[in-house]
């Protein structure tokens, strides 16, 4: 039973325009999301993260929004750099429960 | 880097053997936690220790088991290898635990490298 889900294991942008990251999730009960970013022969990498309370959240260059009515969570880069290339994860988590949830994955590929 | 680390990097072995991986959280994290990446997976939770005590079991094998030891570094082990025990072990750290009332930030879970398994 896959609570969360990335439907689109790849996503190719062209340098300096916006890529939107998807991820969906079934569980209404989830109350805080999270993105982690992952680069070859690394662990994952915290990256930016939303309460269900909220339904936008930025830090630089990277925005997530939440729709809790379409149980949809997107990251937006802009502008993608070279160096965003990597596989990017979302995850959710439940009050009381302490694992995370996570997704599949989705390989950027960001071409200069 | 995130402050967790792992080790070994890489541990090649056999079908039936035992090996154990080894995590050291970051500095003041009492949380330990322990994920499995099989290929083209996303991450499975294993298993999660805060402060010495198991808190949280995912879908963890009988033949695995971990523990918190009191300097908060943590061990899994895994027995009787099978082939399709080989993926990549990862071990996450977080200030505490996830309840009521705690701050957001006890949501995230900081990463070591990770340990690579290759059961032959």
């Known amino acids: 039973d896959q609570q969360v889900k990335q439907n689109s294991p790849s996503l190719s942008v062209q340098e300096g325009r916006i890529s939107i990251l998807n991820c969906d999730y079934t569980?209404?009960?989830?109350?805080?999301f999270l993105w982690y970013k992952k680069y070859p022969a690394e662990g994952p990498t915290f990256l930016i993260s939303i309460s269900s309370i909220k339904d936008k959240n930025e830090d630089g260059r990277f925005t997530v929004f939440l729709n809790k009515s379409a149980k949809h969570l997107s990251l937006h880069i802009v502008p993608s750099q070279p160096g965003d290339s990597a596989v990017y994860f979302c995850a959710a988590s439940l009050t009381g429960f302490q694992k995370l949830v996570f997704g599949t994955g989705t390989r950027l590929l960001v071409s200069p | 880097d995130s402050g967790v680390t792992q080790t070994p990097k890489h541990l090649i072995t056999a079908t039936g053997q035992r090996v154990t991986l080894r995590c050291s959280p970051r500095s003041g994290d009492l949380s330990v936690y322990w994920y499995q990446q099989s290929l083209d997976q996303g991450l499975q939770f294993l298993i999660q220790?805060?402060?010495?005590?198991?808190?949280a079991k995912g879908n963890i094998l009988e033949r695995f088991s971990a523990q918190q030891f009191p300097d908060l570094h943590s061990e899994l082990n895994l027995s009787s290898l099978e082939l399709g025990d080989s993926a990549l072990y990862f071990c996450?750290?977080?200030?505490?635990?996830?309840?009521?009332?705690?701050?957001?930030?006890?949501?995230?879970?900081?990463f070591g490298p990770g340990t690579r398994l290759t059961v032959l």
């Open positions: 220790y805060y402060n010495g005590e198991e808190r």
């Open positions: 569980n209404s009960m989830f109350d805080y």
């Open positions: 996450a750290s977080s200030v505490g635990l996830r309840l009521a009332g705690a701050p957001s930030s006890y949501n995230e879970q900081f």
